[in-house]
């Protein structure tokens, strides 16, 4: 019985985890999502991965000649 | 653990936690990060410069701060002999792509990516000879 409440206490916690893990940061704003989603999945992903690309394109030390 | 590129690790902070991602907890390599607070620090003009100088209160801060229950930034330390074995192996990687293979080989030999625009050629071809797995998730 005991086990049985062990592992039931361990789910519950791995689940409240995950459920926590799932729903993001807490801290983020609405309009932080959406400009998040735009960037990511949206019409500024392109702009998104242009900026990335920047970054290593201007440090060589970082983005070694992969020129992709 | 599941190591994600920047467009996951932003999709993972905002709630949107794509289907096919495995559910377990997320990393981020240092690089990719560095890469990200590049773009909150200096931002490079043009619109979504703009539109995250505007965003409001601290959102910025959920990028530059991750919350440890949703997101953490790998530990590079542990990764530097496999990264720089890696780079000089396949040559031309830079830290980003050998950091980046060097945490795959640590993490279950899997990488997650949210477009094939972030892979790159050069980190497909070592991943393959390294027995990576390069997931890239679509929706």
């Known amino acids: 019985m005991r086990q049985t409440g062990d592992v039931s206490i361990g789910e519950e916690l791995l689940e409240e985890r995950r459920r926590r893990r799932r729903a993001g940061d807490p801290r983020l704003s609405e309009a932080g999502k959406e400009l998040f989603r735009r960037m990511t999945t949206g019409d500024l992903a392109g702009e998104f991965q242009a900026a990335l690309d920047a970054v290593s394109d201007a440090d060589p030390l970082l983005g070694g000649s992969d020129d992709d | ?139």
């Open chain 2, 1 to 139: 653990m599941i190591v994600v590129d920047e467009y996951l690790a932003v999709r993972v902070l905002s709630g949107d936690w794509p289907g096919e991602l495995p559910d377990d907890d997320v990393v981020l390599p240092t690089s990719r990060h560095w890469r990200l607070l590049q773009r909150v620090h200096n931002p490079s003009g043009g619109q979504l410069s703009q539109l995250l100088a505007n965003l409001p209160g601290d959102d910025l801060g959920v990028v530059r701060w991750p919350h440890p229950e949703v997101l953490s930034v790998l530990d590079p330390r542990p990764l530097l002999d496999e990264a720089a074995a890696i780079a000089a192996r396949f040559g031309g990687t830079g830290w980003l792509i050998a950091e980046t293979l060097a945490a795959g080989v640590a993490h279950g030999h899997r990488l997650w990516f949210g477009t094939p625009d972030n892979v790159g050629r050069v980190l497909e071809r070592a991943a393959s000879e390294l027995g990576i797995a390069v997931h890239v998730v679509t929706g």
